[in-house]
Every structure is written in structure tokens, then in C-alpha cells.
């Protein structure tokens, strides 16, 4: 069992020979990409659902469909017979409980033993964890490999060509040198959500993203660090474009703010986020993704909770946030969080680049 204590021997301890900042300097993680990501509507990448959070139930099926096909009739030619059709779709999404916790041992010691507030950090520490699990859990069900696979919503290194229907067998196919990321390949990526490929027969929509008064139609792109690396270090393509770019001005957006936000090319939003996956094959590979509307869901059966609880006449506490919601691989369920229409994935591209590390 794991808690926090310190001792009279701690580094943190306060003696009498020395002052203590009263401060305790926390680790930065960045802002957590998956929250602005979020919303109710059809147009936004994940889809929140809370449902559950008025009604009963640990599952919600969520139900999507296809644009028409057929249908248009021209002239003189009878409309019975030749209607036009559309096919309905649905997946299931199951709720489970998410907890983080963080026990304080001996509180009223702890705290005499250092100039800050104990509890406090204690919390701070439970929430920052509570947060980079959900981004985790999100990021983990987007990448799932094993599902969804089909030539048209995977691209391997700079060549199309490199698709494998076996995973790791495709991977092995990365180079390190020839396969960084590039601009040509965000924009081959870029067309694999705008045109049928290979087993694909929808294409992925844009999410819509309010600029001033208007709304415009972007994709959005989450890259490793070390795949933002490259492209910054070695595409001049790119460098110019951002050089070139108008300035956005008043532009109050989350979408174009923040140290994650690299720029755009090719109709995609290009951030870096340090959290996604890195692939351990040939050679190091990272897993990026190109997301659209509808990318995946997230199904709330209750919203964030605190509990505390003490014990020993409140000398020891224990923390906790609590959530029910859905998370990548709950119940043996691997698609719990990412959209897969007809074993398509629905709304993303992967793309896989050399990962070298500095």
C-alpha cells in the first residue's frame, strides 16, 4: 500500500538551520488535450454523452448513419424503384468506475515537517493523475490498432505502399531516415479522410471550429514530440507556410492557441502532444492521428466526484476522485471509446512515423 509521510529525515522537513520556501514546485504537464476536444454535437471530434447520468444503465448504444446513395432521378424516369437508400449503424459504449486515490499518512507530523500545505499538494497530485488518466484513456481507445483496420485509415511512413493488413508486419516497414514526418505526409493523410481508399466507403468529416462569427471545416492533427521535431527540423515546406500565414488577431479560439498549436497545413490543425504512443518495432515508431467529427465517444455515467475519508481520529486521510464513465478496454470491450463503423474506423487516420530519440 503506497502513501505519502514525511519524516523528521526527509529532505523536506523543515530544521532550524535554514529557511524553507514556502512553496512546493509542482510538475508541469502541459494543458491536457483531450478536454478541448470535447463536445455534445455531431460536429465535435469526441462526442460526450450523459445520458447515463440522469437515467439507469451502464451502457448506451450510440447510433450514427451513412450519407445516401442513389436516389436522383432525372427527366422523365419513374422515382418508384429507383429510391435512394442509407444504412444505420450502431455501437455500444459500457460504463465503469475510474477512481484515483492518495492517502496522507500521520497528517498532523506531515505537516509540522514542512513549510507548505500538505494537503493541498496532495490534492493537486490527485487531480493532476485523475486528468492524465482520462487523456491516457482517450488517447489509448483512438490508437487501438487491433480494430477498425483498413488500408484507407492507415498510413505508414511516407508511402502508402507500406500498408500491411498485419500491424506489426507494417510497422517493420518505417524507416528512420525516409519516414519522418513531413509535410507530403500529412498531406497524404489529409486525403485519406477526404477520399474513399482502399475498404473505406465514407469519408471522414472536418470538425467545425468557431472562428469570430463564422465556423470553419478543419482536421486535427495530434503528433508526437519527436514527429514535430522532424517536421519542424527538416520540412522548409512547412516552416514557410507558418511564416506566411495572416495573422489571426483577435482570434479567440482555443484551437489556435496554446504551446501545443504548431500550426496548419493542408486543411489540418498540427498540435504536439508528448502523450501519444510510441511503437516499438524495427525501429522506434510513433503513432499520430489525424482526427475528424465523430472520431470516438465518451460516455459519462457520473461526472467527477471527491470522497475524502479519515481514519485514527482524522491522523490519516484518503483522497479520492471518482468518475463512471466509459475508458478504452473496459469489460474485455476494446472499441469503448473510438468510433468504428462497420469495422472502419470512423472518423480518424492513423499515421505512423519514425520516432528517432534524441
Known amino acids: 500500500m503506497a502513501y505519502t509521510e514525511v519524516l523528521t529525515s526527509g529532505n523536506s522537513a523543515v530544521t532550524s538551520a535554514e529557511q524553507w520556501d514556502d512553496m512546493c514546485h509542482q510538475e508541469y504537464i502541459g494543458k491536457l488535450m ?16 450523459e445520458d447515463l447520468t440522469k437515467k439507469p444503465g451502464d451502457a448506451m448504444t450510440y447510433h450514427f448513419a451513412t450519407s445516401q446513395s442513389g436516389g436522383t432521378v432525372r427527366g422523365n424516369a419513374k422515382g418508384i424503384g429507383n429510391e435512394g437508400s442509407m444504412n444505420l449503424y450502431a455501437q455500444r459504449f459500457v460504463v465503469d468506475n475510474q477512481r484515483t486515490l492518495h492517502k496522507i499518512w500521520d ?12 494537503l493541498e499538494q496532495a490534492k493537486h497530485a490527485l487531480t493532476t493523475k485523475h486528468a492524465e488518466t482520462y487523456d491516457d484513456d482517450v488517447v489509448a481507445g483512438m490508437c487501438d490498432a487491433g480494430t477498425g483496420r483498413v488500408r484507407g485509415r492507415y498510413l505508414y511512413g511516407a508511402a502508402d505502399s507500406n500498408w500491411n493488413a498485419t500491424h506489426a508486419s507494417a510497422l517493420t516497414a518505417v524507416d528512420n ?32 471550429v468557431v472562428n469570430g462569427k463564422n465556423y470553419e ?26 511564416l506566411l500565414l495572416t495573422p489571426r488577431g483577435t482570434n479567440d479560439s482555443i484551437f489556435f492557441t496554446g504551446s501545443h498549436y504548431k500550426g496548419t497545413w493542408d486543411g489540418v490543425l498540427i498540435y504536439e502532444y508528448d502523450r501519444m504512443p510510441l511503437v516499438s518495432s524495427t525501429i522506434q515508431v510513433c503513432h499520430n492521428l489525424i482526427l475528424g467529427a465523430e472520431a470516438g465517444v465518451l460516455n459519462w455515467g457520473q461526472r467527477t466526484k471527491f470522497g475524502e475519508e479519515f481514519e485514527d481520529i ?45
Open 34 to 49: 483531450m478536454k478541448w476536444l470535447i463536445g455534445t454535437g455531431p460536429d465535435s471530434v469526441i462526442v460526450a454523452q
Open 107 to 118: 497528517v498532523p507530523m506531515t505537516q509540522k515537517r514542512v513549510s507548505f500545505n500538505i
Open 217 to 242: 471545416e478543419w482536421y486535427v492533427g495530434l503528433f508526437h514530440t519527436y514527429a514535430i521535431r522532424d517536421l519542424i527540423k527538416n520540412d522548409a515546406a512547412f516552416r514557410n507556410a507558418q
Open 314 to 358: 482524522k491522523h490519516n486521510v484518503i483522497y479520492e476522485l471518482h468518475d463512471i464513465r466509459s475508458k478504452e478496454g473496459v469489460s474485455g470491450t476494446s472499441n469503448n471509446i473510438k468510433l468504428v463503423r462497420n469495422s472502419v474506423d470512423h472518423g480518424l487516420v492513423n499515421v505512423f512515423t519514425a520516432a528517432v530519440a534524441d
Open 177 to 208: 531516415a525516409a519516414d519522418q514526418l513531413t509535410t507530403s505526409i500529412i498531406s497524404i493523410a489529409k486525403r485519406k479522410c477526404t477520399i474513399k481508399g482502399t475498404g473505406v466507403t465514407e469519408k471522414v468529416r472536418p470538425t467545425r
